[in-house]
């Protein structure tokens, strides 16, 4: 089993920031991908930035050059740095992990969700 602690969400004026974390506990092994995913009110959810094991990163073009994710293999942590939030950025964000656990088997696993609320 995996268990994924998420917080940082909050609101925020436009123009802010805003640093989501997101930590992974469990029967782990490793970690091979985590990302961060969002559904705006009335969305469908949507994928905001991801990065492998390795380092490599992905942004969701809308967020690209304003957000940034970073893990702490250490710490079996990932966080989601927002700057220069606009109020479409306003969603439910959802950190989500794939693993491989102790018995070897690969397992994704979803966060609770937090809450970002940019105001104009």
């Known amino acids: 089993q995996v268990q994924l602690v998420e917080s940082g969400g909050g609101l925020v004026q436009a123009g802010g920031s805003l640093r989501l974390s997101c930590a992974a506990s469990?029967?782990?092994?490793?970690?091979?991908?985590m990302g961060w995913y969002r559904q705006p009110p009335g969305k469908e959810r949507e994928l905001v930035a991801g990065?492998?094991?390795?380092?490599?990163?992905n942004y969701a073009d809308s967020v690209q050059g304003r957000f940034s994710i970073l893990r702490d293999n250490a710490k079996n942590t990932v966080y989601l740095q927002m700057n220069s939030l606009k109020p479409e950025d306003t969603g439910v964000y959802y950190c989500?992990?794939?693993?491989?656990?102790?018995?070897?088997?690969?397992?994704?696993?979803w966060g609770q969700g937090t809450q970002v609320t940019v105001s104009s």
């Open positions: 989500n992990v794939k693993v491989t656990a102790t018995s070897r088997a690969r397992i994704m696993a």
């Open positions: 990065i492998t094991s390795g380092g490599g990163t």
């Open positions: 469990g029967s782990v092994f490793s970690i091979d991908y």
